[in-house]
């Protein structure tokens, strides 16, 4: 909690940390999915063939549906120079590519990073694949890496996105009006983000909703995060 100084001022909590780490091109296997460095000799025909044919996909997303194999690969070219790390998202029992995700806009010596250029194909989004990858993200991003803030961004009129952001855990901190000009339109993005504080209370939610004993045998839920998050953040008598 705030606190006064010796001058009678109000000032934040002492912080001990030494900084954070920028994120490195690796693999990192989950349950269901494999993170692999996007690579446009691999994944751009993929891409092509899983992601393209969706151009709803695309609306809110900076670049374009790539029309053919060399575009999509230019594609993946230029997101990799504009992001921190860009990873392909692989289903591990049939290697399917499934998608798209980066880091981006990481400040090491500030302590934040951003998850964005987030692309599902169709058969991955609603699954427990889904949250597995950002599951596997955020504790990246703060046991491995370090960070103090995890940040979502999103065009505030992109409803599914915002959705996603309450649901997995981001607080919701405000709207930046006229902030960019995307495809020839006024974009206003609405901030989410996760401190290192709210990571713990985020990781035990996810992991109980990600157990099999949350689901049935029909494989619907048993309790939603938003539940499991309430739950577990009541002090106990």
């Not at 500030?110 to 955020?138: D, F, H």
């Not at 504790?139 to 960070?147: K, N, P, S, T, W």
């Not at 290192?196 to 839920?221: K, Y």
Request: neutral net charge.
């Amino acid at each position: 909690m705030p606190r006064l100084n010796d001058l009678d001022q109000m000032v934040g909590d002492p912080v001990s940390w030494s900084g954070a780490r920028p994120p490195e091109a690796r693999v990192f296997t989950g349950r269901w999915i494999e993170r692999q460095p996007l690579s446009a000799v691999e994944h751009a025909r993929p891409m092509l063939e899983r992601l393209s044919p969706h151009r709803e996909l695309w609306t809110y997303q900076g670049d374009e549906a790539p029309a053919d194999a060399e575009a999509a690969a230019r594609g993946i070219t230029a997101l990799a120079e504009k992001v921190d790390r860009a990873f392909a998202i692989v289903d591990r029992a049939g290697g399917w590519f499934q998608g798209r995700v980066t880091l981006l806009r990481g400040q090491p010596a500030v302590g934040t990073i951003e998850v964005g250029a987030i692309i599902y194909a169709p058969s991955l989004q609603r699954t427990r694949a889904a949250t597995e990858v950002q599951y596997l993200l955020m504790r990246y991003v703060f046991e491995d890496l370090g960070y103090r803030r995890y940040e979502w961004k999103c065009d505030s009129l992109n409803q599914p996105s915002r959705v996603a952001a309450a649901r997995l855990g981001f607080v919701e901190e405000g709207t930046w009006r006229n902030a960019v000009v995307v495809k020839g339109r006024n974009r206003d993005t609405t901030w989410f983000s996760i401190t290192d504080s709210e990571w713990p209370l985020v990781r035990e939610a996810l992991d109980a909703w990600l157990a099999d004993d949350n689901f049935d045998e029909s494989g619907h839920q048993r309790h939603s995060l938003a539940e499991l998050r309430a739950r577990l953040g009541k002090p106990t008598s």
